[in-house]
């Protein structure tokens, strides 16, 4: 019997969660310290605009790539080397606010390299929790980016009135190399590679990760598939690449111990026995070399005398790691998954969450001090709220979905339900939100507006245990390709809605009639959303 707090749960779901603190404590601290900052450099407001919408060129663009690294790489050692350099450039914010092209470049660098954090503590998600507690672990993870969020808000102010905003940047620096040391140290891309983890634990990882009750089958004719297609000598070298060194699949790790070694002295794969030392040190995906004079697929021995390999080693290795790349992005089954119901589902849902919660998180102050003429110091306890409640609104649904599942409902309802909670539980907050505001725009009911957007955020926040874990369902070997695609998307429908709704804000007649058509059409997205999930949505795994 597996203790109930484990090494996966601490440090590596731990680990997670702060690197999740890390990454939107460091995307956020700007909002706040660009005040200070411009009062001291004399910024215009359309600088401001610039430095503060930087970060997401980047953030967007790395998405996909992230997914792709995580893969070829492994999650471990990419997440390692983002969080040192979007560290590194936060800490970087400080010295080189003096010029605005600089600072704007240097949040663009922030983002790029956060871009790859989400896919990769996805595809990490995917090799450590069994399927019974894959909705909690994931939800609690990714929960904590609304303790990032509040941190932001509620440290950061005292901290640039008694050191300086110049302190914030230093001191989340700081933080993320302090993350890496201890994830250098403790993390791994998943349990087979672990040195710290217990046997027993081990195996009860690699045997629960799939639930079994509806995915056996799949699981099974893969594997079958693969035996056919070595036998008739047909295997896609890139598959066979892509498949010894994916440490976050548990077929493969159960499979390898008779399977992979066939497969390395099959015709295909042949081990250079004069390498046998890099060969020892199988988790690096650099140790086939593949040959393309006479068919792309075939992977013969890297045979070279003493001298030769001095004198070309570099080249060699460079060459090779380009082709073994390329052989294992080329053997991601692009079109099978962008071809799926249950994918695109995940996308609109993703695409729903993501607009309304920037219309929210951007606009939620200016509505309460605009609408509802709430003081400055009212918000400063009022803002927070809706944050904190999003964290503990994601712990209490991972618990939910899980416990859920452990009476036997169907995987695919249970995800079904938490998507249609996290998004129709917001769209009637923000439908209240704006009708309220048109009915009652004073000071008075600031606070009522306040308790409506913590309802709506706390329900929002079930989509953690929604869409985000059927990504795990549907694909144990993809997450974080599939993740990086859809949070993409998602994104920049996220970016698009904060300009448009300050399009709906000029255009109205009031600002009361101006934020409820926003919030309406907010509302309009959530329900297409929730429908779409609800319609085409499944837990079904993709072959």
């Known amino acids: 019997m597996v203790v109930k707090i484990a090494w996966r749960h601490f440090p590596i779901a731990f680990l997670s969660g702060v690197c999740m603190i890390l990454s939107y404590l460091d995307r956020s601290i700007i909002s706040i310290a660009i005040l ?26 790395t998405q996909i790539i992230g997914g792709i690294a995580a893969r070829v790489w492994g999650p471990y ?52 929790f069994p399927y019974m507690e894959r909705a909690t672990s994931v939800a609690a993870i990714f929960g904590c980016t609304y303790i990032g969020s509040t941190l932001a808000m509620v440290v950061v102010p005292p901290l640039v009135d008694i050191m300086g905003w110049r302190s914030v940047f230093y001191i989340s620096g700081a933080m993320g190399m302090i993350w890496v040391c201890a994830w250098s140290i403790f993390g791994s891309d998943g349990p087979a590679s672990n040195r710290f983890i217990s046997n027993e634990e081990r195996d009860y990882i690699v045997q629960n990760l799939h639930d079994t009750s509806h995915s056996s089958f799949q699981m099974l004719s893969s594997i079958h598939q693969e035996e056919e297609e070595e036998e008739q000598g047909t295997l896609p070298s890139s598959r066979l690449h892509a498949d010894i060194y994916d440490d976050s699949n548990p077929n493969i790790h159960e499979h390898n111990s008779s399977h992979t070694q066939s497969l390395l002295h099959s015709n295909h794969v042949k081990v250079d026995e004069d390498d046998d030392d890099e060969r020892a040190d199988h988790d690096h995906p650099s140790q086939l070399t593949y040959n393309n004079q006479n068919s792309t697929d075939d992977i013969i021995p890297n045979i070279q005398t003493n001298t030769d390999k001095n004198n070309n080693n570099n080249n060699n290795k460079n060459n090779t790691q380009i082709q073994e790349v390329w052989h294992i992005v080329m053997g991601i089954p692009w079109r099978t998954i962008m071809s799926r119901k249950e994918v695109w589902a995940i996308i609109v849902t993703n695409f729903g969450s993501d607009w309304g919660n920037t219309i929210l998180f951007n606009w939620m102050p200016s509505y309460l001090y605009e609408v509802h003429h709430a003081s400055f110091d009212q ?57 309220w505001g048109l009915l009652y725009p004073s000071s008075s009911s600031s606070g009522f507006a306040s308790l409506i957007l913590m309802g709506g955020f706390f329900t929002l926040s079930a989509v953690q245990a929604g869409y985000k874990p059927n990504i795990l369902d549907v694909s144990q070997q993809y997450p974080g390709i ?13 970016v698009a809605g904060v300009p448009l709704t300050g399009l709906f804000l000029a255009a109205a007649p009031s600002r009361a009639v101006g934020y409820a058509l926003v919030f309406l059409s907010s509302a309009v997205v959530y329900t297409v959303s929730a429908l779409v999930m609800w319609k085409y949505g499944s837990a079904d795994r993709i072959p």
């Open 36 to 61: 200070p900052l411009c009062d001291e450099i004399g910024c215009t407001t359309r600088s401001k605009g610039m430095i503060l919408g930087a970060f997401y060129y980047g953030y967007i663009s």
């Open 379 to 435: 918000m400063m306890y009022l803002t927070p709220l809706p944050y904190i409640s999003m964290f503990f609104g994601s712990l209490l649904a991972g618990v939910a979905a899980d416990h859920m599942r452990k009476r036997d409902m169907p995987l695919h309802r249970i995800r079904k339900i938490m998507n249609a909670i996290g998004l129709m539980g917001p769209c009637t907050s923000v439908v209240i939100l704006g009708l």
């Open 482 to 494: 599939i993740y990086s695609i859809s949070n993409t998307i998602a994104s920049l429908g996220g």
């Open 77 to 128: 050692r990419v997440l390692a080397i983002m969080v040192t350099v979007w560290s590194c450039f936060t800490a970087l914010t400080a010295p080189s606010a003096s010029l605005v092209w600089v600072l704007v470049l240097i949040r663009i660098c922030v983002g790029l390299a956060e871009g790859f954090g989400h896919p990769c503590i996805l595809t990490i998600a995917s090799a450590w």
